[in-house]
DNA sequence: GGGAGGATGGAT
DNA sequence: TCCATCCTCCCA
């Protein structure tokens, strides 16, 4: 079994720093949490990829550690948030034992579908980046119930051909079967 | 200091 | 299929 989350419960460190692949498909159907005006939205997690390391050529963090990649470095439960195609800010939770780079990147949450419009439609840009992912700072993730492995649907990451086949064809992108 | 390229999405 | 539009990284 791995690290125990009970509904609701705030996901940090001990849950996160466990491998990606674990982790990953682990966090659907937890909730990504957002505080705005006051408010707290509550939206189920649906999509999700993973990125694996300095060995994964589609990871940032391959070329080694620089000074956007290196929250990665750093420890599980941090926002890794970068600009992307000069308009876009995507959205990453870091995983796994520090001085490993990996992160997943949520791609689907609530009704949004796609990473670009989810930090749109939340509100989300740099100004979260190597944040602890606690309600302090108005984005965090909560647990949910734990899933059927059924439930899940496995395909190979979107957008990363440039990694090269034996990357890019890895079953890294975990969806909700329903969504 | 310059240039290339990118974990997307919306319009054509 | 095109492209908006800019951050980061690498190289000089």
């Known amino acids: ?9 705030l996901l940090g460190e001990e849950f996160l720093k466990r491998p ?7 966090l659907l159907g937890c909730y990504l949490c957002r505080e705005l005006d006051g408010k707290i939205l509550r939206w189920r997690i649906t999509e ?9 050529k589609a990871c940032h963090a391959h070329k080694g550690r620089t000074g956007r990649t290196e929250v990665m470095f750093g420890p599980a439960g941090h926002w890794y948030v970068y600009f992307c195609y000069g308009i876009h800010w995507l959205l990453n939770i870091v995983t796994g034992p520090e001085d490993y780079p990996a992160a997943v990147l949520i791609r689907g ?3 949004i579908s796609g990473p670009a419009r989810l930090t749109k439609a939340l509100s989300i840009t740099g100004e979260l980046n190597r944040r602890m ?20 649907l496995t395909t190979p990451r979107i957008g990363v051909d440039y990694a ?16």
């Open 164 to 179: 090269g086949p034996d990357w890019s064809r890895r079953p890294y992108r975990f969806l909700l079967r329903e969504s």
């Open 48 to 56: 999700v990829e993973a990125y694996d390391g300095p060995e994964d």
């Open 109 to 111: 949450a609530g009704e």
């Open 20 to 26: 990606v692949l674990e982790v990953a498909p682990e």
């Open 133 to 152: 992912a606690v309600p302090e700072c108005g984005l965090w993730i909560e647990a949910g119930e734990i899933l059927d492995r059924a439930h899940i």
């Open 1 to 9: 079994m791995g690290v125990m989350a009970d509904p609701g419960q």
